[in-house]
């Protein structure tokens, strides 16, 4: 039951590459959140999953004993609701489940293992909540980079709406791994990356290139130690989260020739950020040549605070959670025109079946994760035509299942593209491994939605729109689709029936028209 009336006290914990990261916080019913307190180790996690690809038993024994340490903290504070989430360090790890496990049986914790799309909604999430009293996104093309010890995230906003996301895994930690030992032996270390970072983003750029990027958005967690030596430096754009592009650019051509030791001796800074300076330097300058800005905005935002964001708007079912939908469905319309899909009929196909979706809700009793599941499938339910348009079925799971989708998780993502593989002549099927894999609950699920999108697809076979309204009425076991037309429909009509026995085995009720 939510608790509506009192403000709480949570925890997000994210076992990251370089560091395990704690913050308690109190959160209002109205969603704010007051940080209570911020607590960081250091780990080898990272270190271990991108030089050995396996994580260390001594480093397993690390991390549990400093998350137990971050559970005491929680017991003084009496906190019951606490959500921890793992990124690429534990995420590619071949032995993850042992750590995961270790660390739930030893500390209580149980580390959610989420996948890139996950971790980028909770960003973005963070990000739109911290800069909504700005016109960021409005009116403008807008490039945000997302730096991350594991891997790096480049999205493009258009009129306020995620046109795309790209994925690369190239990190600062990844980064410092993958040339361990060269430091010392390449003359031009710095160009020698920059050459390999830059090999990284050809589809980046590639995407890019048409566009007038005109404003950027950098935002990791070593970005603050590139603010702080601008500072040291006497550069100062004196607005807070701002960086001038002279002002890092000074600092580029000063340290991408320095070592380690000069820039430490110089600027005093630790081992442990020296590590990820460069490559963070590095990766900063490649996106800011994408750029046509001279400012360079960095908000003070994190994984955890997006995972705070989405407790306090779970925990108080605040309106505000459903904010990234228009993103996440304009990403789907970006994939959709990749793939050449019938824009016209796919919308009108996914009308109807949200129509359908909302008429029968008393009867199907699910809910707003479910409408989505069926919003995007809708979107994407051609798609394997692309590829095969005798026996596209396979290709749409296919194609769908290996999108990076934001904010969905592989179970709901095998969910929404099982659907768009059912509403064709084939059902679910035991035998089938997409299916079988689910649980009863994702079962029905997936059974119930895809033969709302089976009905609604034959209702636009022709892809002719004819239908301009459907009201739904239930007498006994019946249920009456009354539709207005000034066309035709037997083509439709036709096509209906012939899908209606599924949907009669699925919800219990004969569809008629």
Known sequence: MKNTKSSQTVTAIDAGSNYLRMSIADIDPGGRINILEDLIKPTNIGRDTFSKGRISVDTIHNTCNDIKGFTQVMKDYKIRNCKAVCTSGIREAENKQYILEQVKLRTGIKIEDINVSQER????????????????????TTLVISITTGSVEASIFENNKLKFTEHIQAGSLRLKETFIGLENKILDFS??????????LYWIRSNTKHLKIENLIIIGGEIHTIVNLINLRGNNSKMKNVILKKDFKSLYNEIKGMTEEQIIFKYKISTQK????????LLFNCFLEMANTDVIYNPDITLRLGVLQDLSDN??????RIMLTDDILSSTDHIAKKYG??????????????????????????????????????????????????????QSYNIIINQDIMGFSYRELNIIASIAKYHWDIIPKETDYNYSILNSKDKMITS???AILKLSEAL????????????????????????????????EEWAFNGKANFFQEVFGLKPTI
């Open 121 to 140: 909604f909770y960003m973005m999430k963070a990000l739109k909540y911290n800069i909504s009293e700005f016109n960021f996104f409005d009116k403008k």
């Open 191 to 200: 160009n020698l990356m920059t050459e390999y970072i830059e090999s990284k």
């Open 274 to 281: 020296i590590k990820l300076l460069l490559p963070t330097v």
């Open 315 to 320: 925990i108080y079912n605040l309106p505000r």
């Open 341 to 394: 899909i019938d824009k016209t009929h796919s919308d009108y196909v996914g009308k109807i079946a949200l129509s359908i979706f909302d008429q029968t809700s008393r009867i199907h009793k699910m809910g707003e994760p479910e409408r989505l599941y069926l919003q995007v499938s809708s979107k994407l339910h051609d798609v394997g035509q692309f590829i095969d348009t005798v026996n596209p079925e396979i």
């Open 448 to 450: 119930m939605l895809s």
């Open 460 to 491: 636009d076979t022709s892809h002719l729109q004819k239908i301009t309204d459907i009201k739904l009425t239930r007498s006994s076991d019946t249920l009456f689709f009354n539709i207005a037309s000034k066309k035709d429909i037997s083509l």
